[in-house]
């Protein structure tokens, strides 16, 4: 598809869990983000890749969070021992180039930890 | 850390009427963009401002990058019942935040046929 493509589109899972949360960008775009928004909410700054690396990873709430783009274009947010206090909308976006804030975003992954 | 406040928090407005919304910081941005997002949806790109004092307009849609630096606004004139969602406005610190966007609460909007 041309727009920014997320999976899965929702997740439930127990507490104490692993999950992963995949984005696949738009082709081309170099630059691709992560967010986080909770409901009524704006979406939350997590990670920001440039090509392969992590440009800022100071979103990250902490060490259970983590994420990587190994080849420069999927990416994969990864959580560990998920808390309930994780649920919510995860949101990747991507654009052609970093530093001009015109993001495309995709639906979202919904992660719902009972 | 940086907070956007944005106003009001929802609106409920005839079809047809124009429709205000604000913005504003206690740090300064650099860029100001406004989002729109539809319930299930990601945000998507409405309007960008680059420069302070610019006033950007994109169809019924006009936006401005207050001087300061720390405020902006939109404006959508004519309302129409396609325009309902939420509204979010956010701010980039420059060219070393690279897409760190700190996003305002939103502004839901409901348009009444």
């Known amino acids: 598809g041309a727009g920014v493509s997320q999976t899965p589109s929702n997740k439930v899972t127990e507490k104490g869990k692993y999950v992963e949360l995949r984005c696949d960008p738009i082709?081309?775009?170099?630059?691709l983000y992560w967010y986080r928004q909770s409901l009524g909410q704006g979406p939350e700054f997590l990670i920001y890749?440039?090509?392969?690396?992590?440009?800022?990873d100071s979103g990250l709430p902490n060490d259970r969070f983590f994420a990587v783009r190994p080849e420069g274009s999927v990416s994969t947010l990864k959580i560990q021992r998920t808390e309930r206090g994780d649920s919510a909308v995860y949101l990747c976006?991507?654009?052609?180039?970093?530093?001009?804030?015109?993001?495309?975003f995709g639906e979202g992954s919904r992660l719902t930890v009972l | 850390g940086q907070q956007l406040n944005q106003s009001p928090q929802s609106m409920f407005i005839q079809e047809g009427e124009d429709v205000s919304m604000n913005c504003t910081s206690s740090?300064?941005?650099?860029?100001w963009l406004w989002y729109k997002q539809d319930p299930g949806e990601g945000p998507v790109l409405l309007i960008a401002?680059?420069?302070?004092?610019e006033l950007t307009s994109n169809g019924r849609l006009t936006a401005q990058f207050g001087i300061t630096r720390k405020d902006s606004f939109l404006n959508i004139s004519a309302s129409i019942p396609s325009d309902v969602g939420i509204y979010f406005c956010?701010?980039?610190?420059?060219?070393?935040?690279?897409?760190?966007?700190?996003f305002g609460q939103g502004t839901e909007l409901s348009v009444k046929p």
């Open positions: 976006a991507s654009s052609f180039q970093g530093h001009t804030g015109e993001l495309f």
């Open positions: 082709s081309g775009h170099t630059a």
């Open positions: 890749f440039q090509g392969t690396g992590a440009a800022d």
């Open positions: 740090s300064i941005f650099n860029t």
């Open positions: 401002l680059y420069k302070a004092g």
């Open positions: 956010a701010g980039l610190g420059g060219y070393n935040q690279g897409g760190k966007l700190i």
